[in-house]
T-cell receptor
Framework: GAVVSQHPSRVICKSGTSVKIECRSL??????MFWYRQFPKQSLMLMAT?????????EQGVEKDKFLINHASLTLSTLTVTSAHPEDSSFYIC????????????FGSGTRLTVV | QQQVKQSPQSLIVQKGGISIINCAYE??????FPWYQQFPGKGPALLIA?????SEKKEGRFTISFNKSAKQFSLHIMDSQPGDSATYFC????????????FGPGTSLSVIP
């Protein structure tokens, strides 16, 4: 089945630095990638939608200059948290729609970001 | 209209009992209703999903009941086991449009021996 590989699984960074999270579709082409954020004991909230070859679409309240999304190819989408602060500490998860006649969505395993 | 409501927020069930989680939606354009199971520190994993052309889907101990007219759907876990203890999210999307998945707020299930 479709697999989305997300790296890193955990990252700790200092305040003010930037962190890049990668999501790769391993056996299918992902023209769209959804990026979610999840705070402890809360649900997944959509941050943005990336489309290969075009600018990402951000949800209301999400700072596009802080959360840079690049969908460089049909198999790679990246989220860069710039000038990270402790309040950016969260669980970030990517997801791609299914392909062909078998829909559904494939989720990455998530990245736990801790900003100290 | 994009919201998915979910209840209860938390649920404690004895081993062998039935766990029931209910969800409701407003947007009639939704055409895909998955349930996800999430363990601490892990990403959500698809448990079971239903599309509006059927009223029930069963996979092993897990059953989705779907009421299109009431815009409600529910997850039933039969013979609940301690290993089922996790957070469950119902969700909805316009799958055929490759649209985003909207998640419910989640239900924390604890199955006690």
């Amino acid at each position: 089945g479709a697999v989305v590989s997300q790296h890193p699984s955990r990252v700790i960074c200092k305040s003010g630095t930037s962190v890049k999270i990668e999501c790769r579709s391993l056996d299918f082409q992902a023209t769209t990638m959804f990026w979610y954020r999840q705070f402890p004991k809360q649900s997944l909230m959509l941050m943005a939608t990336s489309n290969e070859g075009s600018k990402a679409t951000y949800e209301q309240g999400v700072e596009k200059d802080k959360f840079l999304i690049n969908h460089a190819s049909l198999t790679l989408s990246t989220l860069t948290v710039t000038s990270a602060h402790p309040e950016d500490s969260s669980f970030y998860i990517c997801s791609a729609p299914g392909t062909g006649g078998n829909y559904g969505y494939t989720f990455g395993s998530g990245t736990r970001l801790t900003v100290v | 209209q994009q919201q998915v409501k979910q209840s209860p927020q938390s649920l404690i069930v004895q081993k062998g009992g039935i766990s029931i989680i209910n969800c409701a939606y407003e947007n009639t354009a939704f055409d895909y209703f998955p349930w996800y199971q999430q363990f601490p520190g892990k990403g959500p994993a698809l448990l079971i999903a239903i599309r509006p052309d059927v009223s029930e889907k069963k996979e092993g101990r897990f059953t989705i009941s779907f009421n299109k007219s009431a815009k409600q759907f529910s997850l039933h876990i039969m013979d609940s086991q301690p290993g089922d203890s996790a957070t469950y999210f119902c969700a909805a999307s316009r799958e055929t449009s490759y649209d985003k998945v909207i998640f419910g707020p989640g239900t924390s299930l604890s199955v006690i021996p």
